[in-house]
């Protein structure tokens, strides 16, 4: 069974960073793009990050040159660093895994149970 779990979210004020960090347990699979979502209050769900299991990068315009995402395939682990963190990144922060079974075809996606950022001014 493929589980995630977040750790790391918290209290900053704006201008200070965090990091959020996310493990993969289970077998019979691998993962492919790994990445993180977020949900602000009363917002839709808006993907922050991803990394392709090459090591290819994406990130949504409004976190661009602020977060950072990478991830450890020997470990299944993807983490990211947030930086200059502002108000509005105030959210429930999501990890995300698309994921190979061995033995059965097609792609999967799973997401953690989510962990809380919230941002002072």
């Known amino acids: 069974q493929v589980r995630l779990v977040e750790s790391g979210g918290g209290l900053v004020q704006a201008g200070g960073s965090l990091r959020l960090s996310c493990v993969v347990s289970g077998s019979g699979f691998s993962i492919n793009v790994m990445g993180w979502d977020r949900q602000a209050p009363k917002k839709q769900r808006e993907l922050v990050a991803t990394?392709?299991?090459?090591?290819?990068?994406k990130y949504a315009d409004s976190v661009k040159g602020r977060f950072t995402i990478s991830r450890d395939n020997a470990q299944n682990t993807v983490d990211l660093h947030m930086s200059s963190l502002k108000p509005e990144d105030t959210a429930d922060y999501y990890c995300?895994?698309?994921?190979?079974?061995?033995?059965?075809?097609?792609?999967?996606?799973?997401w953690g149970q989510g962990t809380q950022v919230t941002v002072s001014s």
């Open positions: 990394v392709s299991s090459d090591g290819i990068v």
């Open positions: 995300n895994a698309v994921i190979s079974y061995y033995d059965i075809p097609g792609t999967y996606t799973y």
